[in-house]
């Protein structure tokens, strides 16, 4: 029986990004959280290697308290249990930060984990950093980018698409494997599902303390980079600003336009009649 | 063969030289930098036959050949060169245990990564050994006044851009998108030395089996490489009013383009995705409808040339970067367009 170990990341719904129209960002604060699109893969992945092979799914992730919910969710599709590693001076760590708070998590409460699995990057900040750093500080094999995952015994083999060549891989447990949305549709949640985990569902939470993490080393206080600024890059570029009925725009745009979209296509769209 | 000059390191990620040259365009910029800080530029390279490795390509030109000298002429004073069977296929491991020895024997100032699909993994893995700082696919580097890295990246999934030190811990990693910096061109008077490094004879065995590996034929570059290109965006309202632009892209001889919302919603496959995990684009004109314009997407489509967006929001960022704002419904503005190309292709006929 396998362990496999999921790592996830709550991040916020992108078709509901409640927009500040003033400053013409993202209102992070009130956006809702949903479980990135990649992690999803990796516990769609974790739920077919167990189908198949027989194993038990963990589900771990650092963030907010509200985190939670998504842990449950995992444990309505299939999970056997959740860790959710939050605390405040957890707050702000950069990839190598959290990739060293995980891997405390998982040595700690995932002894004789075989494979873990990540998303391969994150729809908030997709870096793709924290899974390959996850690998070093457990000191396993890793691989990024994989597609389609099978395992046999104690051998898994990958499938990715890296830059222009397609490369096969296999390597031993255990192992972590960073996984690409796309390949498989995960499935829906249950109804009654999250309510049945809400009730029955195990959750262990761990602050920073009950890890063992030096608090130097953690946070932002741990991070080795540093945010100096944040700017908003909208170019204030002199445009021309077309308003009113879309027929008579469209017109409008032609009528000045037509060379310039023409010469791009290379036909002629001009609007005389030519015979 | 140490000097007292800071070096600035790019790894040399030459395996998909011919559509690839982010390692050209991170000499260039690592140029640029060392100026600024009285530093040299160094190139390191891991491989096999890499004197070979553009030989082919290059045969009418006798004057240059191998990925070292290829590096010298484009801006690299040094280059750090291991050259072995063992290293015939790019391997994550191996790479990364050759780099952490050079760089803790070499003690480079920085190390600039180019953000293909194996530096976006080899950067982080690095950076964790040599436990260090590390921003990913920077659209921007510079000096600060301190002589500092100042690494520019796409922040918080907004239209937003932090600039990042690392102020303590050395070296100042990035990982750099392709397509930022302009590579200087190829000067094969440029002189540089190249420093041959023997395989450590410590290196460990591949944890990971590469058991096959191909290279496609041919990449699919039709969106990267169009002239015209009709993006869309959660504004066009509907899977069925999104099918619309494949329509307007097909009467302007053009490519479809997305979001990572459109995307999300299924409107449109994952290979249609313009952004920082999907494809960049730098056409002639493009079309935008209904896209508000986060960072992680304009900084892949902001190299167009000419920009028309549609959005019934004016402060939209993507209106910001327009040339042409239309403030409008994107998809009735997409049927008007539609209906009016028809007309006017008519009248060609």
């Known amino acids: ?275 | 063969m140490s000097t007292s000059k800071k070096a600035i390191w790019v790894f040399g990620d030459y395996r998909n030289y011919f559509q690839n040259r982010v390692t050209l365009q991170l000499l260039s910029r690592a140029r640029e930098l060392a100026e600024k800080i009285d530093g040299m530029v160094c190139a390191v390279v891991f491989g096999h036959w890499t004197d070979e490795w553009l030989g082919e390509a290059l045969s009418n030109n006798p004057t240059f050949c191998g990925v070292a000298k290829e590096y010298i002429a484009h801006g690299a004073d040094r280059v750090y060169l291991t050259d072995h069977s063992r290293l015939a296929a790019y391997s994550m491991e191996t790479y990364v245990f050759l780099m952490e020895r050079l760089a803790r024997q070499e003690k480079p100032e920085m190390i600039l990564i180019g953000a293909t699909a194996f530096g976006r993994e080899f950067a982080p893995r690095l950076a964790k050994r040599l436990d260090t700082g590390l921003t990913a696919d920077c659209i921007g580097l510079d000096i600060n006044k301190d002589g500092l890295l100042i690494q520019i990246a796409p922040s918080f999934g907004g239209n937003l851009v932090a600039e990042i030190i690392t102020p303590q811990r050395r070296p100042q990693m990035a990982s750099v998108r392709p397509g930022i910096f302009q590579e200087i061109p190829h000067d094969h008077n440029r002189t540089g030395e190249v420093i041959n490094v023997p395989l450590p004879r410590d290196i460990p065995a591949d944890r990971v089996r590469l058991v096959r590996s191909e290279r496609r034929l041919m990449r699919e570059q039709k969106l990267e490489d169009a002239s015209l290109v009709v993006c869309g965006g959660r504004g066009m309202g509907s899977k069925k009013k999104f099918a619309k632009l494949f329509e307007l892209a097909e009467l302007l001889g053009g490519e479809v383009g997305a979001t990572r919302p459109a995307v999300y919603a299924n409107w449109v496959g994952h290979e249609a995705l313009v952004g920082q995990a999907g494809k960049q684009i730098r056409p002639q004109i493009l079309f935008s409808f209904g896209v508000s314009g986060a960072i992680q997407h304009t900084a892949a489509c902001n190299n167009a040339k000419f920009i028309v967006a549609v959005n019934k929001n004016p402060e939209a960022a993507m209106m910001k970067l327009a040339d042409v704002a239309i403030v409008a419904d994107a998809s009735q503005v997409c049927a008007a367009l539609i209906q009016e190309l028809k007309r006017r292709l008519r009248l060609r006929q």
């Open chain 1, 1 to 275: 029986m396998l362990k496999i170990v999921v790592c996830l990341k709550q991040v916020p719904m992108v078709s509901e990004l409640p927009w500040d129209p003033v400053m013409g960002t993202i209102q992070r604060d009130i956006a809702e959280g949903m479980m990135n699109p990649a992690c999803r893969s990796a516990l769609e992945t974790a739920l077919r290697i167990c189908a198949a092979e027989g194993g038990e799914i963990t589900a771990v992730t650092m963030g907010p308290p509200m985190a939670e919910e998504m842990l449950r969710e995992a444990i309505s599709l299939g999970a056997a249990r959740g860790i959710l590693l939050t605390d405040r001076k957890m707050a702000g760590a950069d990839t190598s930060v959290t990739s060293h708070i995980l891997a405390r998590a998982i040595k700690m409460a995932c002894v004789g984990f075989d494979l873990v699995l990540c998303g391969f990057s994150t729809s908030d900040s997709e870096t793709a950093q924290v899974g390959p750093q996850l690998a070093e500080e457990l000191a396993i094999p890793g691989v990024a980018g994989a597609d389609g995952i099978e395992a046999f015994g104690r051998t898994v083999r990958m499938q990715r698409s890296s830059d222009n060549f397609i490369e096969i891989m296999e390597m031993d447990l255990p192992c972590l494997i960073t996984v690409t949305e796309g390949e498989f549709a995960p499935r829906y949640v249950p109804l009654g599902g999250i309510q049945a985990a809400f009730e029955d569902g195990e959750i262990l939470t761990l602050t920073a303390a009950d890890l063992g993490c030096d608090p130097e080393k953690i946070g932002v206080k741990g991070s080795a980079t540093r945010i100096m600024s944040v700017t908003s890059p909208t170019a204030v570029k002199k445009n021309l600003v077309l308003t009113g009925a879309p027929k008579r725009i469209v017109e409008q745009l032609f009528a000045r336009f037509e060379d310039k979209i023409g010469g791009a296509i290379g036909r002629d769209l001009k609007a005389e009649k030519t015979k």
